[in-house]
């Protein structure tokens, strides 16, 4: 009987793996094996280590990936995957295709600048210590990508097609619609990826993607994501709120330290800050985008401006582009991001990454944090066991550099920024479904935000609603 088996994201929010197989046996010999993302662990050294582990599929057994967004909690993996061997087609939407070919080096880099880092501190207990891929394998494996249009069905096998659906998550998203026929039977498997927030452009303010979650869905089977499944998105305008943390610290002499996802999150906040500028509700002080990543993906989003929310497109057209601002600078090489550490008066710096597990942004965070003028946004989820997590929630030091940086700074949280749905949001999406799935198996949660999402559904749609664990392989009848 063909499966599903849950090969990350299940109990917790990264690592998004799900494999399809139709074989019969789990050698993976017979049938056809697509993985439905191919994210990578982040957060905990428990979920990390398991970015180490192989697939209980060998990796050239697997036909295809079918990826549903550039998050390297997504995509993050798939260097790794070809290097063990993987040779098939990548399926993606053009925009994803592109922001991948800049998220994945990206990553290959951080990885062998961790490696290096704990060669030369000896702090690893593999010696040497090697990264999980390299920027080189990162750039190589970009050549197995395929281009698939929005509601285009891609024949994988005689018995596997699919095709994308809109999910509004960032640029490029979408959800996978699966149909497999087997014996004599077709079933609908839906695939979520990450659903994103429509029809709230004022509380999700910058948004950039215009619409979709698809509605009207129909399923026999679903793997939905469960993200927020325990807390509510505030529905306030948050812009007040962002200015007047803003002014405050700039009174103050301080600085603001943003940590932000490069994809979508950077551009989204860049939006709104100079709309805030520009309009004169915070002071025009300078702005710096340390992330030559973040950089490169605003590119690639004013390449794709036809997927702009009516409101992003105002902005645009009332401020200009987001790359040519008076004041804003892109920080490309790291001797100008060193610069930015001379910098004494007030300014903004964004970078990544956005959950300060890496990156630039750990040099502004061990430089600034101590200093109490300072002023620390947080405008993404922090995965539990993150530095940035460990932060938002107060600690009273964090170990950078394997050195314990005392947190003075004042720190606040913005929740308004996120790019998934909500409770009443996901509710309101799933009313609109044609039928009532057999089975949904909530993924890429913590577990008590999963479990309550479970309840929700059961108590208010009446469905049979399970939560996935990890490595579990369930029949798809
Ligand atoms: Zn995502």
């Known amino acids: 009987m063909p499966y599903i088996q849950f090969l990350g994201a299940a109990g917790t929010v990264t690592g998004s793996k799900h494999l399809i197989s139709t074989s019969q046996d789990s050698s993976g010999e017979q049938g056809f094996q697509a993985l439905i993302d191919c994210g990578l ?3 905990q050294k428990e979920w990390r280590e398991r970015n180490w582990q192989d697939l209980p599929v060998p990796a050239h057994e697997i036909d295809a990936v079918i990826l549903t967004h550039a998050h390297l909690d997504h995509c993050g993996w798939i260097p790794r ?44 207990k593999h010696k040497p210590a090697l990264p999980l891929y390299t920027l080189a394998e990162a750039q190589e494996c970009q050549k197995y990508f395929k281009p698939v249009e929005i509601e285009t069905t891609i024949e994988l096998s005689p018995e596997l097609s699919f095709r994308f659906v809109r999910a509004a998550h960032i640029l490029g998203s979408c959800m996978a619609e ?24 004022e509380v999700a303010p910058g948004k950039v993607v215009h ?25 306030n305008d948050p812009r007040p709120e962002l200015a007047q943390l803003i002014s405050g610290a700039v009174a103050r ?76 600078t892109f920080a490309q090489t790291p001797e100008q991001s060193k610069k930015i550490n001379d910098s004494h008066s007030p300014s903004i710096i964004i970078s990544s990454s956005g959950m300060a597990t890496g990156g630039r942004i750990l040099h502004h965070l061990a430089q600034r944090m101590p200093d109490p003028r300072n002023l620390i946004i947080f405008i993404g989820f922090q995965a539990p066991g993150t530095r940035g997590a460990m932060i938002k929630d107060g600690a009273s030091e964090v170990k950078i550099f394997g050195e314990m940086i005392p947190v003075r700074a004042q720190v606040a949280a913005i929740e308004q920024f996120s790019d998934h749905a909500d409770p009443p949001e996901l509710l309101e999406w799933l009313w609109t479904f044609k ?43």
């Open 41 to 43: 662990f982040q957060g």
């Open 81 to 124: 995957l070809v290097k063990q061997g993987f040779r098939g087609p990548i399926y993606a939407t053009a925009p994803t295709i592109d922001l991948c070919s800049v998220v994945l080096p990206d990553s290959g880099h951080l990885q062998e600048e961790d490696a290096a880092f704990y060669n030369k501190k000896g702090a690893s």
């Open 178 to 201: 699966v149909t497999l026929k087997t014996d004599g039977i077709s079933r609908r498997l839906l695939f979520t990826g990450d659903i994103g927030r429509v029809r709230n452009s």
């Open 211 to 235: 619409s979709g979650p698809q509605e009207g869905e129909i399923a026999d089977l679903m793997v939905m994501e469960s993200t927020y499944g325990n807390r509510q998105h505030p529905t």
């Open 253 to 328: 002499g301080g600085s603001i330290i943003v940590p932000a996802f490069a994809v979508e999150r950077t551009q989204k906040f860049i939006f709104i800050l100079k709309e805030l500028m520009e309009s004169g509700q915070i002071p025009r002080i300078p702005v710096f985008c340390d992330s030559p990543m973040g950089i490169k993906a605003i590119e690639i989003f004013l390449k794709y401006s036809d997927e702009y929310t009516p409101q992003a497109a105002d902005l645009i057209k009332k401020f200009g582009s987001p790359t040519a601002w008076p004041g804003f």
């Open 435 to 477: 039928n009532r799935p057999g089975v949904t198996y909530l993924v890429h949660g913590e577990p008590p935000a999963s479990s309550q999402l479970r309840d929700l559904m059961t108590k208010e749609l009446g469905w049979n609603v399970q939560v996935a664990s990890y490595m579990e392989r369930v029949p798809v009848n």
